[in-house]
């Protein structure tokens, strides 16, 4: 073996050695856990901001030391340019490497939005609006764009989104939250449809909506709902007005106080059921699944009657007969009378 040669074993081995020792340093970098101030921190990737620019922002941040390494390694790995945009949750422990997977995967930061059971239509365009995490687009006043932008087929938007807990990435549109509520919706409306009590007085899913949203609005009590749908339902198939103060207060808008007085009762309008047979034009709040379920599986009774107890709890006193009701109201409003008048001697 001449000189040459030996000395090129050494420069090869010593390759080999470096390399090794560079691909092991590389490793122990990569599956560190990464410096974070926290137990979790939010990294947000803004679109079209190239991988150089992630890495020495993350450096900036201090939760990695080697920008160069970690810029390296995704270009190297092919993973560079499957990067998604967004807003990512880094926890305690997580590696480089892992942190790499999560972009790839777009394993972003999720929000939540609930829809409340009752609330209408105006009442969830100004939460979306009121939520930091929602691009608004679309407002309550122009809802004929919100219903062609999803591609509703119908009229109004009242009560065509489901009352649930919606998840999302940040930058979503109120279009995007508000087209997964109604898409939820339809299928709840369909499924329950499908399975429906016979002899309903109700000619389509619609009009299972209408009612359900009055029924949504007369009670907040699980036990109460399919009660109370009986009682809309036997008025419906006598022909009786359904009489339900939710729609009148509805049909006084935005120019409602509070106060439902007589003259309230006695102002026609296409949702006074004190006025007018029939359900009216359109629901009037989100009803939720339980509501529209209760509107099709109504309780089987004799009951044509309810009015609040008056107890606090939000319970119902349910009659027969016009008498018995009227007795009820009466037992209402003298509760009615002592509440007030035992919270204004107290001190």
Request: glycine share 8%; aromatic share 8%.
């Amino acid at each position: 073996m001449n000189r040459f040669t030996s000395l090129l074993i050494i420069v090869l081995a010593l390759a080999v050695v470096l390399a090794g020792a560079g691909i092991a340093a590389g490793n122990r970098f990569l599956d560190a856990p990464l410096s974070l101030d926290g137990p979790e921190v939010y990294y947000e990737i803004r679109q079209g901001v190239p991988f150089a620019t992630v890495s020495a922002e993350l450096a900036q941040l201090g939760m990695i030391d080697r920008p160069d390494w970690f810029r390296w390694y995704a270009r190297l790995s092919g993973k560079a340019q499957k990067v998604r945009a967004g807003e990512y949750t880094v926890s305690s422990g997580t590696t480089a490497r892992q942190l790499l997977d999560q972009f790839v995967a777009g394993d972003v930061r999720q929000y939540s939005f609930t829809i409340v059971e009752g609330w209408n239509f105006r009442e969830l365009m100004s939460a979306l609006e009121s939520d930091e995490h929602i691009v608004s687009t679309v407002s309550a006043d122009d809802w004929p764009a919100v219903l062609e932008s999803l591609g509703a087929d119908a009229s109004f938007p009242e009560g065509l989104f489901l009352p649930e807990t919606y998840h999302f990435p940040k930058g979503t549109s109120d279009v995007d939250v508000l087209r997964q509520a109604l898409d939820l919706q339809r299928k709840a409306l369909t499924e329950e449809w499908a399975s429906r009590a016979a002899g309903l007085p109700l000619q389509s899913p619609y009009e299972a909506l209408v009612l359900a949203s009055i029924i949504e609005k007369e009670t907040a009590k699980v036990d109460e709902r399919a009660r109370i749908a009986g009682v809309f339902v036997r008025r419906l198939q006598k022909n009786m007005r359904l009489q339900t103060d939710p729609t009148v207060i509805y049909g006084v808008g935005e120019n409602f106080d509070g106060n439902l007085t007589r003259r309230h009762l006695r102002t026609d309008t296409p949702y006074n059921t004190y006025t007018r047979h029939g359900l009216p034009p359109t629901p009037i709040a989100m009803p939720g699944r339980a509501a529209i379920h209760a509107a099709l599986n109504p309780e089987d009774g004799t009951e044509l009657y309810f009015v609040a107890t008056g107890l606090g709890d939000g319970s119902h006193a349910f009659s027969e007969t016009k008498d018995q009701h009227d007795a009820a109201v009466q037992r209402y409003l003298a509760r009615q009378r002592a509440t007030r008048a035992n919270s204004q001697g107290k001190p």
